[in-house]
């Protein structure tokens, strides 16, 4: 089975963020902590979501075996006004290592 696993450093925020599989919470992560999620092959689309604010997207195309990491971090420009209000939809970082 194909695996994702989403590690996120100490970051700024003390509470859980939820990383979203598909449309559907995979799973809560604390900060300094990692989650390893199997999926089946194909295609995925993955989000971190805190509140109201995610991330962008993260396309993933996945073979039979395959182990993709990813780092998921919430940083202060989160809490700014423009990311807050005006782009909350990406206020939050995820990103293929």
């Keep these: 089975m194909p695996t994702i696993v989403v590690h996120r450093p100490f970051d700024v925020v003390m509470v859980r963020v939820k990383i979203e599989i598909d449309g559907q919470v995979a799973a809560r992560l604390k900060r300094g902590t990692s989650q390893s999620l199997e999926v089946s092959p194909g295609r995925h689309v993955v989000r971190l979501h805190l509140n ?7 396309e993933l195309d996945l073979d039979g075996a395959e182990t993709i990491a990813l780092e ?12 807050t209000f005006l782009r909350s939809g990406s206020a939050l970082d995820l990103r293929v290592l």
């Design 72 to 83: 998921a971090a919430v940083y202060e420009r989160s809490w700014r006004f423009r990311e």
């Design 52 to 58: 109201w604010q995610s991330s962008s997207p993260v």
